[in-house]
């Protein structure tokens, strides 16, 4: 049976009344929970400067680069996202987000319109999956083709 390791990370401290777990790695995978711009989105509605959709993405993405940096790797052993968004309008100003973050080698992700996330002014929230065996710099493209 494999050990799951619980990821401790300063930069994404896990609450003392959560319920969850920011992320565990399991031998060469790394799971995580999903991340939110919280609270630097709350921070800045109370200084009147709503995060936009592109700023919160960003502010996701720094946060499952340090929970997988934590377990031993780097952002492109992220294989795969799941991206939650409160106004599906947002996608283009994530995909650019995403685009910035990863450069070329983006993972898998799936995008999914929520109606409501858990505090008012967040948009989006993304979970994840890392190999730490995996770099997709290093990728290759299957063919078909004969």
């Not at 340090?66 to 947002?90: C, E, M, P, R």
């Not at 994530?94 to 948009?123: I, M, N, Q, W």
């Amino acid at each position: 049976m494999a050990i799951a390791e619980k990821i401790q990370c300063p930069q994404v401290p896990d609450l003392p009344t959560a319920s969850w777990t920011n992320a565990y790695r399991v031998g060469q995978e790394v799971v995580v929970s999903g991340m939110t711009g919280h609270p630097a989105t709350r921070e800045a509605s109370q200084r009147g400067e709503p995060l936009g959709a592109y700023d919160q993405a960003m502010v996701v993405l720094k946060k499952l680069e340090a929970l997988v940096t934590a377990a031993g790797g780097h952002k492109h052993n992220l294989t795969k996202t799941v991206v939650y968004l409160t106004d599906i309008a947002d996608k283009d100003d994530v995909g650019r987000a995403r685009r910035d973050f990863f450069g070329a080698h983006t993972p898998c992700s799936t995008l999914v319109a929520v109606k409501a996330l858990v505090f008012p002014e967040l948009r989006v929230e993304i979970d994840a999956w890392a190999r730490l065996d995996v770099d997709l710099r290093e990728s290759v493209t299957l063919s078909t083709e004969s």
